[in-house]
């Protein structure tokens, strides 16, 4: 059965710095894995997908990981912003698409 | 609109009744998702579809739930007898497809929160 395990559970930094988030998951055999983010009260928004085949993938100021052979993936934050505030959440694909979600990291950047 | 729709946003009922959850798709998206979202359990799958069929309703916890979607496109997800810790937030998700396309971001609702009284 796979399992997605994020640390840590919360993070708190002052505006600027880079910062990492983990995830690492079970089974290597998942189609794709995705960041998201969550705020409160709101739905998820995809922030970044990497292809099972791919290595990392960016946008902006993110950076995502993936080395499936090991089971992680990692989320490059880099000079984090207050608006960056939010729970991250990790999820692997299985090849229906169904989703598997870690816990969560939530963040928070202080001005 | 141009995203994933649910109803209602909030919905507060007694424990024994039943509830109905609606989840309107992005047009076109022949897959469809329902996941909870509860405090201490983390966002957990419930059911998929593929167009109006549900090939993995592996993570129904009871036979309490059940979900149907008509016309490849509206789903609704049914609670009945609600309990107490049927409490959480119900997030509808959908994709343009799978297998091959399981490539594709899934889309999501804004949930639906529900607290049994």
């Known amino acids: 059965k796979q399992e997605v395990t994020q640390i840590p559970a919360a993070l708190s930094v002052p505006e600027g710095e880079n910062l990492v988030l983990n995830c690492s998951f079970t089974d290597s055999a998942i189609y794709n894995l995705q960041w998201f983010r969550q705020d409160p009260g709101k739905g998820l928004t995809s922030l970044l997908l990497?292809?099972?085949?791919?290595r990392e993938q960016t946008s902006g100021r993110l950076n995502a990981s993936l080395d499936k052979s090991s089971g992680r993936s990692t989320l490059y934050i880099a000079a984090s912003q207050p608006g960056d505030s939010a729970t991250y959440l990790c999820a692997v694909s299985s090849n229906t698409g169904k989703l598997i979600f870690g816990q969560g990291t939530t963040l928070q950047v202080k001005p | 609109g141009a995203g994933v729709s649910q109803s209602p946003s909030n919905k507060v009922t007694e424990k024994g009744k039943d509830v109905e959850l609606r989840c309107d798709p992005i047009?076109?998206?022949?897959?469809l998702y329902w996941y909870r979202q509860s405090l201490g359990q983390g966002l957990e799958f419930l059911i998929y579809f593929q167009g109006n069929s549900a090939p993995d309703k592996s993570g129904l916890p009871s036979d309490r739930f059940s979900a149907e979607r008509t016309g490849g496109s509206v789903s609704t997800l049914t609670i009945q007898r609600t309990q107490q810790e049927d409490s959480a937030v119900y997030l509808c998700a959908s994709s343009p497809g799978t297998g091959a396309q399981a490539k594709n971001i899934q889309y999501f609702g804004a949930g639906t929160r529900l607290s049994v009284l």
């Open positions: 990497i292809q099972s085949s791919q």
């Open positions: 047009s076109g998206h022949t897959a």
